[in-house]
């Protein structure tokens, strides 16, 4: 039986095209025609001025919380249900992450504990110097409140949209809503360059900063000269060309990933002891990167982790839901404030195949390994 992959990297067939613009033009290099217009490309979809493509969403992380001008001793809050990827920039600044659990709709930070903890380190004299909002899987984060919130305390947000690609909410695109927004490209989100990343914002100072920094802070000058530590971030203009064709099936691989979900749902929905993570009401619209379900042990007779090495056991790749950040032993010391939820979904929760490209039988081999392991 062939492996069925979690999330497996999905080509249009015309990424091949701009790749060979690239050989053909001789532009292999952090610059080009390709960075161009697939910057340009995911401007015009996601409605933002300014993009600029990166090596990883990890590096435009980092680069948002130095735009933001987070350093040594500054805290910023993160949702703790998340991928280390979101969290690792904020500990290469020198700065606490203050974790921050989950509300049960959307698995994203509770917008009521988000504002007692802002209060909480006021108090203690610290204000946060950034909020780092995840849309995890591609749900939306309870962007009313949390923007209200931000905006109230005066804390600017960069948006983890990492998953997020295509998501909305209220008709807009997630990563356009703070006042930098991030991207990844890695091979398995739901469009890939094999690696890369975008960092977004309307303004115009920041993109240009950006740019800076991330091609090693070079001054204006006929020599190479630096007045500040810069970094590698950039794209190379042959994976940008992998990204321009990914874009031209973007709506597409939205369309295939929502369908699974809406699949597995359907075939697995009536199951008691198994839940899936609907969107609250219809402000919100997911991009469904991930099928998530959980799994209640009392009720449907086995653990995620049976669910987990039975489906191993019928090469059909499964995993835990992310492990929280304040469980995870390099972040054991960092502040948290907790209400069981993102615990909860760790014990319970597990991602199952989601890929565009997943055929029908593929699909139903997946539903049959869940009734075969649950002896339905
Ligand atoms: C993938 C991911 C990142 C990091 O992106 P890379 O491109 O892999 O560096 C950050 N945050 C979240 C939530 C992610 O899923």
Not at 23 to 29: R, S, V
Not at 156 to 185: M, Q
Request: overall charge neutral; aromatic content about 10%.
């Amino acid at each position: 039986m062939k492996r069925i992959w979690l999330s497996p990297p999905h080509m249009s067939g015309c990424e091949l095209k701009y790749i060979n613009d690239a050989f053909d033009t001789n532009w292999i290099a952090p610059y080009g025609p390709n960075i161009d217009s697939f910057e340009h490309s995911i401007a015009k979809y996601i409605g933002i001025k300014n993009v600029t493509v990166v090596n990883s969403g990890t590096s435009a992380i980092h680069l948002a919380l130095i735009l933001l001008g987070v350093k040594h001793g500054d805290e910023v809050i993160i949702s703790t249900f998340t991928f280390s990827g979101s969290v690792n920039p904020v500990m290469y600044q020198g700065a606490t992450p203050i974790f921050v659990d989950s509300e049960k709709e959307t698995w994203n930070i509770c917008p009521d504990l988000l504002e007692s903890v802002i209060k909480k380190r006021l108090v203690k004299g610290k204000k946060p110097k950034a909020i780092i909002l995840v849309h995890l899987y591609g749900m939306p984060a309870n962007l009313d409140r949390i923007m209200e919130i931000a905006d109230n305390f005066n804390i600017p947000v960069i948006e983890d949209a990492a998953e997020a690609l295509g998501s909305r909410f209220n008709n807009k695109f997630v990563g356009t809503f703070g006042k930098l927004g991030v991207f990844s490209f890695n091979g398995n989100k739901i469009i890939t360059t094999s690696g890369g990343g975008a960092l977004v914002s309307n303004n115009t100072i920041y993109t240009n900063k950006a740019r800076f920094l991330a091609t090693q802070a070079r001054d204006k000058a006929p020599h190479y000269q630096h007045s500040q530590i810069g970094y590698n971030y950039r794209m190379s203009n042959i994976l940008a060309g992998i990204g321009l064709g990914q874009m031209e099936v973007l709506n597409e691989r939205i369309r295939q990933r929502r369908s699974n979900f809406f699949y597995y749902l359907e075939r697995l929905g009536d199951i008691s002891g198994i839940e899936f993570s609907v969107e609250p009401n219809n402000k919100y619209f997911s991009n469904r990167w991930l099928t998530t379900i959980i799994i209640d042990p009392s009720v449907a007779g086995a653990t995620r982790n049976d669910l987990h090495s039975f489906m191993e056991k019928r090469n059909i790749e499964t995993r835990p839901l992310w492990k929280p950040m304040h469980m995870q032993p390099v972040f054991s010391d960092c502040p948290a404030y907790l209400n069981g939820v993102s615990e909860e979904l760790f014990e319970k929760g597990l991602c199952i195949p989601s890929g565009s490209n997943l055929s029908e039988g593929d699909l139903e081999r997946v539903v049959s390994g869940i009734h075969a392991c649950l002896q339905l």
